[in-house]
């Protein structure tokens, strides 16, 4: 069971995250567990203040050093699992799916939703964490990366999806002799035939080599129309 610890200003935004879909599927099958920690419950200030000015001047507030790391320290002596540490930032590695692989293969995550104008860099020298952003663009805070980042993890974990292969048959997951994690091929279900649209004949065929053959073929094609740049070099 890999256990999640989230260190946050705003845990009321995670119960409903944590507890719908495929993220309350794996705990209800004890493949994972979430526990939820209040930044402020760990500050020394009797105002409960976690956050001050930035040194040099500018805008905004910047995480102090006291709160977060002592909130760490705390939260790690609470399993004796060794605790992947990651903080979410724009600074951080762009989040994909190796990322997500690998992740799911540890058996304890520890994410800090940073917030404001970000951490104080000591707590950077001092944790030696790992920094993952979700894209090159700015939110108000780290709360909605660090759902995206467990709800892109978690999946991945055996036993969370009820087919197998699903995982392994997605966007970004396909394997493929020439694409590195290319697009995912289209997707028909029933009616045959809406307002004139049909479905591809070979998906009736019933010769699975033959569907294989073409959602290969529609991968291909896909990436290179929409995502070139996933394409391995030949």
Not at 186 to 206: A, C, D, F, I, K
């Amino acid at each position: 069971m890999m256990r999640v610890d989230i260190l946050t200003l705003f845990p009321e935004m995670f119960p409903g995250v944590l507890g719908s879909s495929i993220l309350k599927r794996a705990a209800e099958k004890s493949l994972a567990r979430y526990h939820l920690h209040q930044l402020r419950d760990y500050t020394t200030d009797p105002h409960r203040k976690v956050d001050d000015r930035p040194f040099g001047g500018g805008p905004g507030m910047v995480l102090m050093c006291q709160p977060v790391l002592d909130a760490i320290s705390a939260i790690e002596a609470m399993d004796a699992a060794v605790a992947t540490r990651i903080l979410l930032c724009p600074q951080g590695r762009k989040m994909d799916q190796a990322l997500a692989h690998e992740l799911a293969g540890k058996p304890r995550l520890l994410l800090v939703s940073g917030h404001y104008e970000g951490f104080d860099e000591r707590i950077r020298q001092v944790l030696n964490p790992m920094e993952i952003s979700i894209g090159d663009y700015v939110l108000s805070g780290g709360e909605l990366p660090t759902m995206v980042v467990l709800d892109a993890v978690i999946r991945l974990i055996p036993g969370v999806l009820g087919d197998h292969a699903s995982a392994g048959a997605e966007s970004f997951a396909i394997a493929d002799a020439e694409i590195s994690g290319g697009l995912e091929y289209p997707h028909y279900t029933r009616p045959r035939n809406y307002q004139g649209l049909e479905v591809p004949e070979v998906l009736t065929s019933g010769d699975h080599a033959a569907i294989a053959r073409w959602r290969a073929e529609q991968s291909r094609q896909r990436t290179g129309q929409r995502r070139p740049d996933l394409l391995a070099p030949r």
